[in-house]
């Protein structure tokens, strides 16, 4: 593997911009930039040797090598989540310091997928003889959520008879709790507030938020920065909106927007203030963030993102929510549910692993 030909190619495929969802089209269904970065992968396993297919109106595609009846599988993603602010590097770029890769998706998932593909071209160049295929899957909507190229994917091409994912953390990630997100709102006339905007997306803890509000009849804007990170971690960030809704509480008291955040939200992470602090010994503690608030149709707008451990069902965190929602004049909608994904630790596939094999196990695709 030539490691400077393999940064090369990671760093043109981090000036890509694929964020999902932006400059959507017929042809390009999760946007514009991940069109560009489904396009740039599979001209590169082209030139490496690879086998490909650009799948319907850029839906997915795939790079394969190998030959037999059956396909192991590779599922990486293209997509990024919004950049954010305060880089120290240009977020839209491949640099290195001291012996580290800076740029958006260098760890999840350009960097995964690139180190996939070189791998497979070592193995192609080795000459190995594969008794099945062994293909790569590019997906483009893993961060929004969607996952509509995956369920695409399952419907018209052959399905893996087993695979896995790398996009995970060492030695091996044996489950994956159920994702929730929910979307609350409440009248914007009834809060107190004029305007209030924050956050990029569910899966993200903002680093920014703004309101606006009358104090003394005069129009002012009040802001709070934090520190972003995912949504999976909200530990290793600092909830813009949640410090913005610390500075109203002096000043909107008797908003149903301030108490309810006070009250049931505050800084809390494990979902202690909301009567759904669940936790199991498979995979520890619910978290939950609320990544977004805005108005929309004159109601304030959040959206908010729960990690549920994998032994729960959705109403064992939508039922006390709801609850404690209602008491604010909050309506609560479930937009998605995610079940989870768990394999015994102990069990016969997570126990044979080499000690330095890096994977996440799939059971199935959505």
Not at 263 to 285: F, Y
Request: negative net charge; proline residues 5%; glycine residues 10%.
């Amino acid at each position: 593997m030539n490691n400077e030909e393999m940064k090369r190619s990671l760093r043109e495929l981090c000036r890509i911009e694929s964020v999902a969802g932006i400059d959507v089209s017929d042809d390009a269904p999760y946007g514009a930039g991940c069109a560009q970065a489904l396009d740039y992968a599979l001209e590169l396993c082209r030139r490496l040797g690879f086998e490909t297919k650009l799948c319907e109106n850029h839906r997915c595609g795939w790079a394969q090598i190998g030959a037999g009846e059956t396909v192991v599988g590779i599922l990486a993603h293209l997509d990024v989540v919004p950049a954010g602010s305060g880089w120290s590097h240009p977020a839209y770029d491949l640099t290195e310091e001291n012996g580290r890769l800076y740029g958006r998706g260098v760890s999840d998932d350009k960097g995964p997928t690139i180190a996939c593909i070189y791998a497979m071209k070592d193995i192609l160049d080795a000459g190995i003889s594969l008794k099945r295929c062994v293909r790569i899957i590019f997906g483009q909507s893993e961060e929004s959520g969607d996952w509509d190229d995956m369920a695409y994917y399952r419907e018209h091409e052959e399905l893996p008879v087993f695979g896995f994912t790398p996009d995970a953390d060492f030695p091996a990630i044996y489950g994956e709790k159920r994702l929730l997100n929910y979307k609350l709102t409440m009248p914007l006339e009834e809060s107190g507030l004029l305007d209030i905007r924050g956050g990029s997306a569910s899966n993200v803890v903002p680093d920014h938020c703004e309101a606006r509000l009358l104090i003394d009849g005069r129009e002012s804007c009040i802001s709070a920065s934090g520190k972003a990170s995912h949504a999976s971690t909200p530990e290793d960030g600092e909830n813009a909106i949640a410090a913005l809704a610390a500075k109203l509480a002096s000043l909107l008291p008797q908003s149903p927007f301030v108490r309810f955040y006070r009250d049931r939200i505050g800084s809390s992470l494990n979902g202690e203030l909301m009567g759904c602090a669940l936790s199991d010994v498979e995979s520890g503690k619910l978290t939950m963030n609320v990544g977004t608030v805005g108005v929309a149709d004159d109601s304030i707008v959040m959206e908010i993102d729960v990690r549920a451990p994998v032994t729960f069902e959705a109403a064992a965190v939508t039922e006390p929510l709801r609850r404690a929602a209602a008491e604010y004049g909050i309506e609560v909608a479930l937009t998605q549910d995610t079940p989870p994904v768990y394999m015994d630790k102990n069990g016969a596939v997570i126990a044979v692993l080499p000690p330095r094999f890096v994977l996440i196990v799939f059971i199935a695709l959505p």
